[in-house]
């Protein structure tokens, strides 16, 4: 599967943005997916993750009450709303993919197979 990642951009604090990944291919109800963000000199950070029936939702504890993961599979997108946006999540985020592994951590960015290019998103204070 090939991702697309898009709706970054310069936001101010405490404003609201919407990050969508689309993907390619037929089969795209077969992978959970999930949303990493990095910023240079740190390693890439779980954010969200959504199973691939979307039944279940994920999140990092900065990301709880702010971010919502969701996903069309009709139409072979997740998404991420991020609200209430605060200068330290300002990074570079990234969808990714991975087919149902029982037992997997979602947390681990080395446990997913397939990665969108990454989109910037500033938050200005």
């Known amino acids: 599967v090939q991702l697309q990642a898009s709706g970054g951009g310069l936001v101010q604090a405490g404003g609201s943005l919407r990050l969508s990944c689309a993907a390619s291919?037929?089969?795209?109800?077969?992978?959970?997916m999930g949303w990493f963000r990095q910023t240079p000199g740190k390693e890439r950070e779980f954010v969200a993750a959504?199973?691939?029936?979307?039944?279940?939702?994920y999140y990092a504890d900065f990301a709880k009450g702010r971010f919502t993961i969701s996903r069309d599979n009709a139409r072979k997108t997740v998404s991420l709303q991020m609200n209430s946006l605060k200068p330290e999540d300002t990074a570079v985020y990234y969808c990714?993919?991975?087919?149902?592994?029982?037992?997997?951590?979602?947390?681990?960015?080395?446990?997913?197979?397939?990665w969108g290019q990454g989109t910037q998103v500033t938050v200005s204070s």
């Open positions: 990714a993919a991975r087919p149902f592994k029982a037992g997997s951590s979602w947390y681990e960015p080395t446990l997913y197979d397939y």
């Open positions: 291919g037929r089969t795209f109800n077969i992978y959970d």
């Open positions: 959504i199973t691939r029936t979307g039944s279940s939702t």
